[in-house]
């Protein structure tokens, strides 16, 4: 697939689930998606080093003839997107966590941020943080190692269940929603309702779906008819890391 498509890439197969909904909202459109599955977890990285794995796969997308670039990863967002804008004339679109929409639904209320420390220490989520810490209680949680335990599948493990119990777990009952601020974590929004409760889970994948689309509409690029295809690369080159991928896009969530 060259040229006329959707780049999608992640610091890992967490940004499948932003593609399922790009794919849900552009059914027309060709999408590329590249998980760096080599070097995950980015949220556990230097800012340095996230912002030249980004750009370097951004680059090759760019390169190969991508139309927009879809950064799926809130940590490369923050660190690199903005760079990147500046650097290439098309559209490069971001994630951030969903705090705006959480706090917009449940004026009031205590919201838990899930998210990789990384994401939680830069600028871009200080500053959100800041707009809306006087409309609700805001509690950043940062879930090192939540990501890279992801990227292993099997979602049922008692492991798993375990490391969510001891990030969310002394909230359980206590809180009115969560913000999904990886884009991992929504594959396991079951997993941490059975710690937490009955919550209200956000998370930042729809919105980018539209700006993606109306990007791409005002550019004049936007595919109307057709079916789009949906290709799915790794830097775990194997059969093995490419069949997980796909069972992550097409599994209930």
Known sequence: MAGDFVGVMDSGLGGISVLRELVRVLPHEDFRFFGDSAHNPYGEKTDEQVRALTGDIVGR??????????????????????????????????????????CEALPGGRILVMATPVTLRLDK??????????????????????????????????DLHGLLE???GPYAGAVDGVVLGCTHYPFVRRQIAEVLGDVRFFDGAAGTARQTRRLLAARGELRESGEGEVTLQSSIDTPEELALYRRFFTCEM
């Open 125 to 158: 989520f200080q500053q959100l943080e800041h707009e809306f810490d006087h409309t609700c209680d805001i509690v950043p949680v940062p879930c090192a190692g939540l990501a890279g335990r992801i990227e292993q599948g099997d979602l049922d493990a008692p």
């Open 61 to 102: 997308m760019v390169d190969d003839g991508a139309k927009a670039v879809v950064i799926a990863c809130n940590t490369a967002t923050s660190a690199a997107a903005a760079s990147l804008r500046s650097q290439y004339d098309l559209p490069i679109i971001g994630v951030e966590p969903a705090l705006k929409p959480a």
């Open 166 to 168: 001891s990030l969310v």
